[in-house]
Nanobody
């Protein structure tokens, strides 16, 4: 199993930025950031595929950047131009299976405890 631990969440005003970091015990091919807000299912934000370019949900495209920092053993998510709609708990996930990196949260076996992001208007 992969151990993951998120950090970097907090409160920020609309238009601001946050950088989330997820310390991982090991990298897998498919890793991603997801978010969950009250009453909504966990949705994908960005996928890091070690064999392909990163992918972003429509709402994240152009504003968020996912990256791996092997020196720190982290999976990071830089979030810019935040808006109140980005308010949620953010989770990093790892899929240890081989093959395509799916975007649905159910494909990921290991999760961190989450970090809360609140964006005020």
């Amino acid at each position: 199993r992969v151990q993951l631990a998120e950090s970097g969440g907090g409160s920020v005003q609309a238009g601001g930025s946050l950088r989330l970091s997820c310390v991982v015990s090991a990298y897998t091919r498919c890793m991603g950031w997801f978010r969950e807000s009250p009453g909504n299912a966990r949705e994908w934000v960005a996928i890091s595929d070690a064999k392909s370019d990163p992918r972003y949900a429509d709402f994240a495209e152009g504003r968020f950047t996912i990256s791996r920092d092997a020196a720190k053993s982290t999976l990071d998510l830089q979030m810019d131009s935040l808006n109140p709609g980005d308010t949620a708990w953010y989770y990093c996930g790892a899929d240890s299976r081989p093959g395509y990196c799916f975007e649905n949260a159910g494909s990921y076996q290991d999760w961190g405890q989450g970090t809360q992001v609140t964006v005020s208007s």
